[in-house]
């Protein structure tokens, strides 16, 4: 059974940071693209960064525009984990964010049908 739990979310005020983790179970880590989502009510589900699979010639990060120099996504493919750092906060960075995967993407900016999601951890940022 697959299971993807995000912890680090809370309430930070504006230019504070966070950093999100999320673990993984059941799956072949290395073998997935892993990737931060977030939403916020009565919108869609935005990418904020991916990562693809470790490969002898590195890892693609894609960021969104809206977090480009802010944030920072990595992984640790020996705790089947991948984090996001937050630094810079804004208000409008509020949002449930969410771990993904996904096997279908090799190289690039996260694009596949997504795998699995994980359950989601709230991000509040504060004036």
């Known amino acids: 059974q697959v299971q993807l739990v995000e912890s680090g979310g809370g309430l930070v005020q504006a230019g504070g940071s966070l950093r999100l983790s999320c673990a993984a179970s059941?799956?072949?880590?290395?073998?997935?693209?892993m990737g931060w989502f977030r939403q916020v009510p009565g919108k869609e589900r935005e990418i904020v960064a991916s990562?693809?699979?470790?490969?002898?010639?590195?890892?693609?990060?894609f960021y969104a525009d809206s977090v480009k120099g802010r944030f920072t996504i990595s992984r640790d493919n020996a705790k089947n984990t991948v984090y996001l750092q937050m630094n810079s906060l804004k208000p409008e960075d509020t949002a449930v964010y969410y771990c993904?995967?996904?096997?279908?993407?090799?190289?690039?900016?996260?694009?596949?049908?997504?795998?699995?999601w994980g359950q989601g951890t709230q991000v509040t940022v504060s004036l």
């Open positions: 993904a995967a996904d096997r279908s993407t090799v190289w690039g900016r996260m694009r596949g049908a997504i795998d699995y």
């Open positions: 059941g799956l072949t880590f290395n073998s997935y693209a």
């Open positions: 990562i693809t699979r470790s490969s002898t010639i590195g890892s693609y990060t």
